[in-house]
Structures are given as structure tokens and as C-alpha cells.
């Protein structure tokens, strides 16, 4: 079993929808869990963290759920802009950081 | 304003021939990583530095080098690449090893022929 498992999708939705993504993690001893948008060919960039209380930035709200061992996405009011992928990432330990394989979302028109 | 770049952002180099990639950050961060990253998967963590402290992860190869000069520089060098090592190289830093963000720059693709 992977450490971090993600759906890899795609997920086609239409613009002004909600979607939601999960990300599973094997490891009960993880500190702390965090969000990334990568596009194609480029950088990953934070999204946001995930609190234990979950948390919302905008459009977006994340959520974590330590007895079931896995955190979620939501985004809401889908923009084309939003298409890419978004990479779960749990930091494990120290330096400790395991990146799922991403969910790729495709907004369309 | 950029806070983690890398230069250069694509770099092609000849099966064999050394390579060196940069980056430096203007977070004063005291932690500072290398990763590899290939089409469809996950980064892959090659070594990373606490301060001047280098820590190389298990399975990187003896290929892969790095060196810190100081806090806002970070270089991988690559001694003899083979056509495997054809990815994008990330970049990242955090301000602490546990419990906090990583910042990535923009990356560099490297092509080897």
C-alpha cells in the first residue's frame, strides 16, 4: 500500500461546479497534511495547509479526518482556471514529506 | 516577487557530460531540498540541507552531488548523466523540517541526448 494514495482522475467537470477530491495516508504518526496545485510542466504551489479544525480559503475548503486517515478537497463554483493537478502532501516526519500522485481536474466550458 | 529560483529553467546536456543546476531563495529558510520529478509521478526527494547540514536520501544515486555555499544557494550537480536522469528538477524550501510549507521554485528540465 502506498503511503499517500490519491485518485488520479481525470475529473471532467462543468464550469460552476463542485468537486471533491480525497487523498488517503497509511501513516497515523503524520503531523501535518497540505494541499498543492500543480499545471502541467510547471511547479507545485501550496494550495493550503489542512488544520485538524479544516479550513477554507475562498472557494476552497479542506478537511481532515486523522480516524479515518485521509484529508479532502473541495472546490466550489469550479473555474476553467482551476484545471490542473492537485498533489495531496503529508509531511510524515522530520524533513518527511510523501507527495501523492495527483488528481488531475479538467474544468470545461 | 520571486522567492525560490532556479536557474537555468532548461538546461540539455550530452549523455556523460556534467551538469550543475542552481537555486537560491529569499526566505532565509534554513531548510533547502532537491527533488526529481518525472512525467506522471510524484517528486521524488534526492537530498536535502538543515542548514549546512547535507542529508542524501537512501536510494540516490552517487551520481547525484549537492552543495550548499550558504543560506541562499544550493546546486545540483550531476557527475555523469545517463538518459534516466532526464526530468524536471525541483527546488523547495521550508523554514523548519517538520510541520510547515514547502515553497518550490519553477524547475529546471533537463534533456539529456
Known amino acids: 500500500r502506498k503511503e499517500v494514495e490519491q485518485d488520479p482522475g481525470p475529473f471532467n467537470v462543468p464550469e460552476g461546479a463542485t468537486v471533491a477530491f480525497n487523498c488517503t495516508y497509511s501513516?497515523?504518526?503524520?503531523?501535518?497534511f497540505f494541499w498543492y496545485r500543480q499545471d502541467c510542466r510547471k511547479e507545485p504551489k501550496l494550495l493550503m495547509s489542512?488544520?485538524?479544525s479544516g479550513n477554507e480559503d475562498g472557494r476552497f475548503t479542506a478537511q481532515l479526518n486523522r480516524a479515518s486517515q485521509y484529508i479532502s478537497l473541495l472546490i466550489r463554483d469550479s473555474k476553467l482556471s482551476d484545471s490542473a493537478t492537485y498533489l495531496c502532501?503529508?509531511?510524515?516526519?522530520?524533513?518527511?514529506?510523501?507527495f501523492g500522485t495527483g488528481t488531475r481536474l479538467k474544468v470545461l466550458a | 516577487d520571486a522567492m525560490v529560483i532556479q536557474n537555468p529553467r532548461y538546461q540539455v546536456t550530452q549523455f556523460g557530460k556534467p551538469v550543475t543546476l542552481s537555486c537560491s531563495q529569499t526566505?532565509?529558510?534554513?531548510?533547502m531540498y532537491w527533488y526529481q520529478q518525472k512525467s506522471s509521478q510524484a517528486p521524488k526527494l534526492l537530498f536535502h540541507?538543515?542548514?549546512?547540514?547535507?542529508?542524501n536520501e537512501a536510494d540516490t544515486p552517487d551520481n547525484f552531488q549537492s552543495r550548499r555555499p550558504n543560506t541562499s544557494f544550493c546546486f545540483l550537480d550531476i557527475r555523469s548523466p545517463g538518459l534516466g536522469d532526464a526530468a524536471m528538477y525541483l527546488c523547495?524550501?521550508?523554514?523548519?523540517?517538520?510541520?510547515?510549507?514547502?515553497?518550490f521554485g519553477p524547475g529546471t528540465r533537463l534533456t539529456v541526448t
Open positions: 523547495a524550501t521550508s523554514r523548519d523540517r517538520v510541520g510547515v510549507e514547502q515553497y
Open positions: 501513516n497515523s504518526a503524520s503531523q501535518s
Open positions: 489542512v488544520y485538524s
Open positions: 502532501v503529508v509531511n510524515t516526519g522530520t524533513y518527511k514529506y510523501i
Open positions: 526566505l532565509n529558510h534554513n531548510v
Open positions: 540541507y538543515y542548514d549546512k547540514d547535507f542529508n
